[in-house]
C-alpha cells in the first residue's frame, strides 16, 4: 500500500460521501432543486440572504436533515466499532454485535414497547440493554480463567444473545398484535425515519465519547491483532486495552442502536472494505473505515425512502446490498481475508 | 560481566500442574542458551515463566537483577524480547509495520510511533538483511522470512536479552543455517540469546550453554559438550545417539 494510493482512498471515499449527501438532501417525496440547496447552504453557513422557498427550507432542516446526519452518525458509529472488534477479536467476520450490545439493545427496547412507554423511554431502555447485556456477557467471559479469553468472550456473547433473543420471542408472543407487535417489528427492522433533532442530540455526546478512546488508542490497537502472549511480550498489558476498547465499542453501538433500532451488516462489511482499500493499520483503517460506514447508510436509507411507494426497511437493504457485495469481496480478494 | 536475565529457583507450572522446579540460570551478555527437551517438556512453559507471561510457582526471575514479578509490562518489554514460535498473522501488515509494532514499549499509551521509532524499526530490518521485504505483507512470507522478520521487531524492541521459541521448527535447512548464524552473530554484538530447538545438534552450532529439560522436570545444565552425550540423550528421549566429531565439529548421529 503506497502514500499515493492511501491518499487516493480517501480522496474518492470523502468526495463519495459528499456527493451521496447532496443528492441525499436533494431527492424524496419533495425533490429539491440544486439551486435552492446551494442558496440554503449559503445562506445557513454564510449569513447570505438569497430567496429560498420555505417549504425547502422545512424538508431541509425539519425532515431531512435529522435524518441524514442520523445516517451520517449511526453508519460511521457501527463502522468505527466494527473496525475495533474485528481487529481485537483478530477476526474479519466479526460485528459490532458480537458481545451482544444489538440483542440486548433490542431487548431493551421491546420492554419499553411492551410496557407502552414514550419513546424517549423506549430509547433509553434500547441504550441500557445495549451496554447491561455487553456488561454480563464481559463478566461471564472474564470469570471463565482457564481458557482463552477471546474464546470465552465469543461463547459468552453467543450464549447470552441466544437467551436475550428467546427472551424478546417470549414478549413478542405475548405482545398486543395490532399495537405493539407492529412497532416491535419495526424496531427490529431499524429505521432513521422517526429520528429528531432531540435524538441526535442523545446519541452523538455517547458516539463521540466512545470514538475518543478508539483514536487515542488507535497505534495500541494494532497490537491487539497479535497473540495475547505477543502483545504483552512487546509490552502491552492486554486484558486492561482490550476492556477498554469493549467499552470504546459498545458506547458507540449502544448509542448508535437506541436512534435506529438493528441496522445489520455496515459493521461487518464496512471494515472489511476499508481494508481490502488501505490495509489494517488502525490509525488509518479507522477514519476511512467510518467515512465508507457514513456513505453506506446514508445511500441505503436514501434508497430506503425512494425506490418504493413506502419505506423499505433500511436493515432488509443492508443486507440486499451487503450480501452480494461481501460474496464478490470472498471470491475475488484473498488478501483481504487475512 | 553484568547478568541480563536470571532465575533463582525458579519454579514454573500451570496452575495446578508443576512443570519444573528448581531452576538457577544466569545469562549475561555474549550467551547463548540452547533448552532442549521432548515433546510436552516444558521448554514453552519455562519461556512464558522467563517473560513473565505466566508467573513463576517457586522462586523468581531477575532482569538487569531487578525483580521480574514487581515490573510493569513496559520494563519487561524494554529489557527481554520474544520472538514466538510460529507467529499466525490474521491481518495483512507490512514487515515494516510488524516491526514497527516492536517499538511499543518505547510509545507512550496515546502516541503513534515517531521519527525515532522508525529509524529504530527501518535499522533491525537492515541488521537482519531483509530490506527487500519491509513493503511486503507478512502473511505473505514464507516461514524463513517471516522468523527474520519477527527476529527483527525483537531487536527494534530495544532489549538486550532475547528468547526464541524454537526459532528453526519447520524452516527448510538453509534457514534454519540462517537463523543459527543470526543467533550467533547476535550474541556477538551483546545480546544474550535463549533459543529452543529439537535438533541437539544445533547446540553445538550455536550455545554457549545447554538446558536439557527431560520429562518430569529433571534438568542437567552446562556447556555443550559436558550436556550432549549419547547417555543424556537418550535418557531425555529414549532413542540411541552417538555424538560424533568431524573435521573438529561435534555432531548428533541418531541410531536407527
Known sequence: MTRRSRVLAYALALAALLLLTAFAFAVGRFPLALGDLTALAANKLFGASYAVPATAETVVLQVRGPRILAALLVGAALAAAGTAYQGMFRNPLVSPDILGVSAGAALGAVLGIFFSQSALVIQLGAFAGGLAAVAVVYAVGASVRRHDPILALILAGVVIGTLLGSMIALLKYLADPYNQLPAITFWLLGSLATVAPVDLAFAAPFALAGLVPLYLLRWRMNLLSLSDDEARALGVPVGRLRLAVVCAATLMTAAAVAISGIIGWVGLLIPHAARLLIGPEFSRLLPLSMVLGAAFLLAVDTLSRTIAPIEVPPGVLTALIGTPFFLWLFAGARRAWQ | ?256
Open chain 2, 1 to 256: 560481566m553484568a547478568v541480563m536475565l536470571e532465575a533463582r529457583g525458579l519454579g514454573y507450572g500451570y496452575p495446578g500442574r508443576a512443570v519444573g522446579r528448581g531452576l538457577d540460570l544466569a545469562l549475561a551478555a555474549g550467551d547463548v542458551l540452547c533448552v532442549l527437551g521432548p515433546n510436552g517438556g516444558g521448554k514453552t512453559t519455562l519461556f512464558r515463566t522467563l517473560l513473565g507471561l505466566l508467573p513463576a510457582q517457586a522462586g523468581e526471575v531477575l532482569l538487569d537483577g531487578r525483580a521480574l514479578e514487581a515490573m510493569p509490562r513496559g520494563d519487561i518489554a524494554r529489557r527481554v524480547g520474544y520472538v514466538p514460535q510460529g507467529h499466525a498473522a490474521q491481518f495483512a501488515f507490512t514487515v515494516r509495520e510488524a516491526v514497527l509494532m516492536g517499538r511499543t514499549a518505547h510509545i507512550s499509551l496515546f502516541a503513534a510511533p515517531g521519527a525515532a521509532d522508525r529509524a529504530a524499526a527501518d535499522r533491525a530490518i537492515e541488521a537482519l538483511g531483509i530490506g527487500s521485504l519491509a513493503g511486503r505483507v507478512v502473511t505473505e512470507l514464507s516461514g524463513g522470512e517471516r522468523q527474520l522478520a519477527m527476529i527483527a521487531r525483537a531487536l527494534a524492541q530495544g532489549a538486550r536479552a532475547l528468547v526464541l521459541d524454537e526459532p528453526t521448527a519447520s524452516l527448510d535447512f538453509g534457514n534454519q543455517v540462517r537463523v543459527l548464524r543470526e543467533i550467533r552473530r547476535l550474541a556477538a554484538e551483546g545480546y544474550a540469546v535463549v533459543f529452543s530447538t529439537h535438533d541437539p545438534g544445533q547446540a553445538f552450532l550455536a550455545a554457549s550453554r545447554v538446558l536439557l529439560l527431560a520429562q518430569g522436570g529433571a534438568l542437567r545444565q552446562g556447556t555443550p559438550d559436558e550436556v550432549i552425550t549419547g547417555e543424556n540423550l537418550r535418557a531425555v528421549y529414549g532413542v540411541e545417539v552417538r555424538v560424533a566429531t568431524v573435521d573438529g565439529a561435534r555432531a548428533c548421529l541418531p541410531v536407527l
